[in-house]
C-alpha cells in the first residue's frame, strides 16, 4: 500500500498466535518451501520437490517431463533396479553443498513447544548449531522407537524435532534393520 508506515515484509498475525509463541505454546511445522532461501557458496538454492523428482526420473528412469510426485518418482526408481542406497544417496547429495538460511538460525530466538518437518534435510538442526545464543537444543527424533523422554531430558530447554520423512542421516538405517 503506498504511504503506508507498515514496513514491506511485515506480517499481520493472529494476536492468539502471537501470544502463543510468546509462552512457548506453540509447535512450528515445516514442509515444501521451508529451505528455499538456504544456498550454495556459488548462490544456488537447494532443489525444490519437483526439481528434485525430475533429477530422479532422468538418472534412475531415462524420463523427462515427470508428472508424477516425488515419492511415487523415487519409489520407481529403488523399484527399478537402481535400489534404496543409490536413490538415498542421490538425494543427499543434491542438498550436500547448501547451508542453512538466516531463517533457520532465527528459529533459536524463540521457545517452542515443538518442531516438526517432512523435510529430509538438516538445515532446521543446522541453524540451532549455529545460533549459539539459541534459547533451546533442537533434538531431532527419525523414528517411532526412539527413546523420547530420556533424549529429551538429556539436553539442555530441549525442543524436540519430529522428521516425519526421515532424515538424510539416517537414510541406510532402515535398510540396515531390514536385512538384519
Known amino acids: 500500500m503506498a504511504g503506508s508506515n507498515t514496513p514491506k515484509n511485515k506480517l499481520d498475525l493472529p494476536h492468539v498466535l502471537i501470544e502463543a509463541v510468546k509462552e512457548g505454546r506453540a509447535v512450528i511445522v515445516f514442509g515444501a518451501g521451508a529451505s528455499m532461501e538456504c544456498r550454495s557458496a ?13 533429477h530422479l526420473a532422468a538418472k534412475f528412469l531415462g524420463t523427462k517431463n515427470e508428472k508424477r510426485d516425488l515419492a511415487t518418482v523415487a519409489e520407481m526408481a529403488i523399484n527399478a533396479g537402481a535400489g534404496e542406497p543409490q536413490v538415498f544417496d542421490e538425494v543427499a547429495r543434491q542438498f550436500k553443498d ?6 533457520h538460525e532465527k528459529l533459536g530466538y524463540f521457545r517452542w ?4 518437518t517432512t523435510n529430509y534435510d538438516r538445515f532446521i538442526e543446522q541453524g540451532y548449531v549455529a545460533n549459539t545464543a539459541a534459547l533451546q537444543t533442537c533434538v531431532p527424533f527419525v523414528k ?6 530420556d533424549r529429551l531430558r538429556d539436553e539442555r530447554n530441549p525442543v524436540a524435532l519430529f522428521k516425519l520423512h526421515g532424515c538424510l542421516d539416517h537414510r541406510l538405517e532402515a535398510l540396515l534393520h531390514n536385512s538384519a
Open 113 to 116: 513447544r515443538g518442531l516438526a
Open 144 to 149: 517411532n522407537e526412539e527413546p523420547y523422554e
Open 42 to 54: 556459488d548462490k544456488r538454492r537447494p532443489p525444490s520437490a519437483d526439481e528434485l523428482r525430475d
Open 98 to 103: 547448501f547451508t542453512t538460511s538466516k531463517a
